[in-house]
């Protein structure tokens, strides 16, 4: 019996490392965006170490990250080296440059596992634009061949959120987002009357506003309907596979509530609950979000997928115009 077992152990194992052998463990993400600063500029920037903590996606989220840098920047010698609790740990080094046009870097992962890419950047324009591209290069270890295509939608909506805050850095000399990790607590039972959207992140802004308002019109023509709380969205699909996003903009309620027309009703259920705050610009909210997963894989907490995640706007910003205040609450709904 023991035998048999072993020997169809063998057998399932032979066949994991034909099915990896076989598959390309190779990956290649880039993304590209428009500043209005010199060239020189954005180069020059992004050729010091010591500035991407105000806007690389990972170290953005977690401030307090232990950091060290070597050499002077624009030079062979400029790199550094992270450790934190969200951010894993690893490497940068400069290892080609053509100023004003290229920067080429090399990327060891220590944590979560060991891996290594080609980073690049690539530069255009003159002494009133850039055009920037910054890219990734690399192969999965073996046994983590079967995630290379993943690589592109996550690492892409990380450059994609990264860049979009390197041109409010640049262009405004700041990034609005500040990320705070409030810890595991429990939510109660909420209802809610919503709208539910599937499209892509550049046109969340434009449905959310819209459907607040048809919500809020909608409350006010049933007056057995009552707000009890502030706005939220509800997600179903994040668009991590590269996908539209499936979105519920909601607004909490209590009270009756009937059928109507391109309206959805439902309930978010009491149960334990990551919370992260959020405070910046809305467009930036995707930091919380990150550190949200980062904190539940380093602590080895279980998200409960069974259980929508949603962020709540406890900002009015009719009421507070500074988008650097506007405070926004995620959370992600954990195992009991």
């Not at 919503?194 to 969340?204: H, R, S, T, W």
């Amino acid at each position: 019996m023991i035998k048999k077992i072993l020997l169809i152990l063998a057998i399932i194992i032979a066949g994991v490392v034909i099915w990896l052998a076989v598959i390309d463990g190779s990956y290649h993400v880039k993304r590209t965006v428009k500043v209005d600063v010199p060239v020189s500029k954005a180069y020059a920037f992004i050729a010091d170490y010591k500035n991407w903590k105000d806007w690389s996606p990972w170290l953005i989220m977690e401030k307090d990250a232990e950091m060290n840098y070597t050499g002077e920047p624009g030079t062979l010698d400029h790199g550094y080296s992270w450790k934190g609790k969200l951010t894993g740990s690893g490497e940068m080094t400069t290892t080609k440059l053509i100023p004003n046009e290229l920067i080429e870097e090399g990327l060891y992962f220590k944590e979560p596992f060991p891996s290594n890419s080609d980073v690049y950047w690539t530069f255009s324009g003159d002494s009133t634009k850039a055009e920037i591209t910054w890219g990734m290069k690399g192969k999965m270890p073996f046994l983590f061949k079967f995630m290379a295509k993943q690589m592109e939608p996550m690492i892409g909506m990380d450059y994609e959120r990264g860049l979009s805050m390197l041109k409010e850095k640049l262009e405004t000399g700041k990034v609005s987002s500040e990320v705070n990790v409030l810890g595991v607590e429990n939510v109660d039972q909420q209802n809610y009357i919503g709208i539910e959207g599937e499209l892509e992140f550049e046109a969340l802004d434009t449905f959310m506003n819209n459907a607040y308002i048809r919500l809020a019109d909608v409350i006010n023509q049933h007056p057995k309907l009552e707000v009890a709380g502030s706005p939220l969205s509800i997600y179903n699909d994040f668009g991590m596979d590269g996908g539209p996003v499936h979105i519920i903009a909601a607004i909490p309620v209590q009270g009756e509530i009937t059928e109507m027309e391109g309206i959805v009703s439902g309930m978010l259920p009491a149960g334990k609950a990551l919370k992260v705050q959020h405070l910046g610009k809305y467009e930036n909210t995707g930091n919380a979000w990150s550190a949200a997963f980062s904190f539940i894989r380093y602590n080895k907490l279980k998200a409960d997928n069974s259980k929508q995640a949603f962020e709540i706007y406890t900002t009015d910003p009719m009421v507070e115009p500074d988008q650097d205040k506007w405070e926004t609450m995620v959370y992600v709904p954990l195992k009991q």
